[in-house]
């Protein structure tokens, strides 16, 4: 079955340090996955996906994300952490299920930035 | 565009009580989904729809019922609330297609008592 895990349920860096942010996946075909952002008391919100055209790919708010076929990773980085950058953040894979799709999340990382 | 609209945003229910958490998308997706979300465990699938008319069991289906009669609205219902129900619940929409991103609402959350 297709999956994703999530290394590290709470990461916690300085402001303007490296954001690196690991996730896993378990797949028998070449993947679809995402990278969604949920803000406190707010929905889920897409930062990027890999759809296989390019393996590094870039996000909004200056994020980006590296699929590695070897590694069976897909880790979300940001060179520079900000205030703003605070939240959890969930890894998730897409998968056929009887005829349509549905996204299989990881457990999320709940990210914060010290001043 | 409003996107996935979601009513409530808080709720409290007794146990044994009944509601219905409302969801309407005006984006035209065939697809939507319902997810439970519990602290550390990420986002579990409820139910979901392909279409009007369509609805079938996500993995956590047990005390929840679902309809979709209209593509926009896809309401959950709970018939005899339990503590275990108490929960972040969103609403999600999508194109049918892998690659596709879903669109979420801003979640209900509910707690019982």
């Known amino acids: 079955a297709q999956s994703v895990t999530q290394l590290g349920s709470h990461v916690s860096v300085s402001e303007g340090a490296l954001v690196l942010l690991r996730c896993n996946y378990s797949s028998s075909v070449p993947p679809y996955l995402f990278w969604y952002v949920q803000y406190p008391n707010q929905g889920l919100q897409l930062l990027l996906k890999?759809?296989?055209?390019?393996?590094l790919v870039k996000g909004i708010n200056g994020f980006e994300a590296e699929f590695k076929k070897s590694e069976t990773s897909f880790h979300l980085t940001k060179p520079s952490a900000h205030m703003s950058d605070a939240a959890e953040y969930f890894c998730?894979?897409?998968?056929?299920?009887?005829?349509?799709?549905?996204?299989?999340f990881g457990k999320g990382t709940k990210l914060t930035v010290n001043p | 565009n409003a996107g996935v609209t979601q009513t409530p945003k808080f709720r409290i229910l007794k146990i044994g009580q009944s509601m219905t958490l409302q969801c309407t998308q005006d984006m035209n997706h065939n697809y939507m989904y319902w997810y439970r979300q519990d602290p550390g465990m990420g986002l579990k699938l409820i139910y979901y729809s392909v279409g009007a008319g369509i609805t079938d069991k996500g993995e956590v289906p047990n005390g929840y019922n679902v309809s979709r009669s209209t593509t926009e609205d896809f309401p959950l219902r709970l018939e005899l609330a339990a503590p275990s129900q108490t929960s972040v619940y969103f609403c999600?929409?999508?194109?049918?297609?892998?690659?596709?991103?879903?669109?979420f609402g801003q979640g209900t959350r509910l707690t019982v008592v």
């Open positions: 998730a894979v897409s998968v056929p299920q009887g005829g349509s799709e549905k996204l299989v």
């Open positions: 999600a929409s999508s194109q049918p297609r892998l690659n596709t991103e879903a669109f």
């Open positions: 890999y759809t296989s055209a390019a393996t």
